[in-house]
């Protein structure tokens, strides 16, 4: 292993495991529930109190390791070696910040909820120094990565699964030999949906970190092959139901130029290793669903595990960028905008029109409900503002990021496709 300033990411990764394990201790004293990887070795010390919860963390996580070694035998490599020694200090500082923390007693409800979702945002914090670290992962991380990259599982999905089976051991355990739920309330679902939210959130937001770590120098900037061709491109982000695919389908017809909305579901496909089917149902959207949100949460307790959806983008951009290289084109959405951003010839529309205007065309060509159109209106242009958020940190109605702008609803599908053909004339040399 090869990195930069390695004493300084050790310590980084000891410290983050350090304020893990306080988080862990914090959601044990709230008595609300633990999350759902620890709620098992807390089910067990309640069964066997001479063996302490951070033991039982060292023996089954220990048993996370060696089923990677199982699975991945002569590859077994330093990502599995690691996570021994690292287990060992989890387990560790479990049981310091318990005993740290053994006189926090709580007879109130509010007390008890308010240290379960403290112990969520310490968690959290744990996880995003592990990750800044980059030097070595917990086994329930290294396990899921392990599984899913051997099997090519969904790794969000994966994890949820590792996860579900603590918790239904841990419940069945704690009904069996307890007599009630232990280890698993409120806090475990408050802890599986939110920590890798709250992660992904210091990630984006902490930058004190970066800073202490070395920066490496920096490259020579070679632009890429979309940015030096001679060839032109119409960019066009639009409302749902105001034309934009009809405008730009009568763009390219009119200037004899390729034109790619739908068929570039099939050629992310293609770059992806995607179905059509799957490109289709997930492009320019973000998950909204809580199955997978919770699933994408997940990618946050591992570097070298990428989203489903990032990986979809990644793709896509590699595709739109390739086209642009090769030839002139009109592209309708996916963000093409800022994808093709340093294009010496790209002319970028946003294409609107009014509420009546877009409800007639949703009704007639989308066969939607007259009553449910402007519902539908509304949830797609959310989807595509949010998707633009999420990609290019950019509003997606943003009229600034634009060359032009035309209402369908004033000048009509055929007189905007003139319109922006003119204007591009102006922007395209």
Known sequence: MKKENLGLRILLLVVGIYIVGLGVALSIRSDLGTSPISSMPYVLNLMMPNLSVGTFVIIINSLMVMTQVVILKRKTGYEQLVQLPLTLLFGLFIDVNLHLTSSLIFDNYLWQLLTVILSCFVMAFGIFLELKADVGLLPAEGLSL???ETYNKNFGKTKVSIDSVFVIVSIILGLSFIGRLAGVREGTILAALFVGTIANYFHKNITFVDKLLPVKKAVEYIAQPYMTTENFVITISRQYGSGGHAVGEAIANKLGIAFYDSKLIDL??????YTPEYVEKHEQRLPN???DKLYNNNYAYANEAIPPNDKLFIAQT????NIAAHESCVIVGRSANFILKGHKNCFNVFVHA???????RVVQNYMQNPNDAERVMAKKDKERDDYSKHYTGKDWDDLNTY?????TSLFG???????IIEGSKVRIK
Request: charged residues 25%.
């Open 403 to 407: 060359d032009m702008t035309v209402d």
């Open 318 to 321: 590699g595709v739109i960028r």
């Open 413 to 419: 599908i055929e007189g905007t496709a003139d319109m």
């Open 146 to 148: 392990v599984i899913s």
């Open 268 to 273: 992310t496909a293609i770059a992806s290793g």
């Open 289 to 291: 669903g809580l199955l």
């Open 354 to 360: 009014n509420n009546e205007f877009r409800k007639k």
